[in-house]
């Protein structure tokens, strides 16, 4: 349940009180020209609402706002019987999605140092040939929420936040492969280091992997949309994207002619598991609630679809050839 609370004209009360419906609302006047509506909503109902009274109020007026708030408790037998009839919601709002993804459009050295701090435990995981030490790398990778956030952006057209999130996840996983290379090649030094099967399995570049990413991106996203646990969810990035990585450092610094190899997987796991995430979207009808917004992120996305399928042909191609 959530109280949307508007403060508006007196002019605009009508509109208001229809864009409302049969919800349970309170009216009341403030000074000069303004009246206050507080509006009870189930979660399920809140995206349609918003929609509603912005086209209601008229937002340019610098007293004119429309704030959502989660009350701690309400007793109300109307509202009790509404809550009854009306299914919970399937996920959060645009601007708890837009909020939520703000956070990986900047560098964060905390989930950088993080990324790094993983790849190093996967290498060890890998020269070791132990799948336990590898799987508790992916539980510390924050390879997710770079991801979730592009794909958030590109939906309802913020490019520059879209980019950024784009930024911020191509320093993570170079600095992966870069501390790789670095470890293997100080630890190279002290003591002979051979392939693992672990480390064999990720020179295989066929073309399922592209499938298993579409797959892996749109259930992440999907969850993370709907409210799951980013350390949950973002297992299956991590899986995708740090094993692949960390290989990629090793043959750069030891086997120079393998390093294609897992560098093709790498992207193939990349562009799959964003070509996912946006189909995640799609399923979730994620968009902006203006008209000429929604116009404008389907034109950004018709862009990065078509990107995405000319990228994967030429991956698939590849990793036929290699």
Do not use: C
């Amino acid at each position: 349940m959530k109280r949307v609370t508007v403060i508006a004209q007196k002019k605009e009360l009508d509109k208001v009180k229809k864009a409302a419906g049969d919800s349970i609302y309170n009216v009341e006047d403030l000074k000069s020209n303004l009246v206050r509506i507080d509006i009870y909503v189930n979660d399920a109902l809140l995206d349609d609402l918003i929609s509603e009274l912005q086209n209601s109020v008229d937002l340019r007026h610098k007293e004119s706002v429309i704030e959502v708030s989660s009350p701690e408790f309400v007793i109300s037998s109307a509202l009790k019987r509404k809550e009854r009839e009306i299914k919970k919601s399937e996920r959060a709002t645009v601007e708890a999605l837009l909020a939520s993804s703000k956070k990986y459009t900047k560098i964060d050295t905390g989930k950088t140092i993080l990324v790094v701090i993983a790849g190093i435990i996967a290498l060890i995981g890998l020269f070791m040939n132990n799948v336990p030490i590898i799987i508790g790398a992916m539980l510390l990778s924050p390879l997710l929420g770079p991801i979730y956030s592009f794909v958030i952006n590109t939906s309802v057209g913020r490019s520059r936040d879209a980019w950024l999130s784009m930024i911020n996840m191509a320093i993570m996983l170079i600095l992966v492969i870069i501390t790789s290379f670095l470890a293997t090649m100080i630890i190279s030094i002290f003591m002979p280091l051979s392939l693992t099967p672990e480390i064999l399995l990720r020179f295989d570049t066929n073309p399922i992997y592209i499938l298993m990413a579409l797959l892996l991106g749109f259930a992440a996203v999907f969850a993370y949309a709907k409210g799951l646990s980013e350390s949950i969810a973002g297992i299956a990035i991590a899986a995708a994207l740090l094993p692949p990585l960390v290989v990629s450092g090793i043959t750069l610094a030891l086997y120079l002619d393998y390093a294609p190899r897992p560098l093709l997987l790498s992207m193939e796991n990349i562009v799959g598991l964003i070509a996912g995430g946006l189909l995640a979207i799609l399923a979730l009808r994620i968009e902006p609630r203006r008209y000429y917004e929604r116009a404008k992120a389907k034109k950004m996305l018709r862009r990065i679809y078509i990107t995405l399928a000319s990228l994967i042909i030429i991956l698939l191609v590849l990793s036929i050839l290699l």
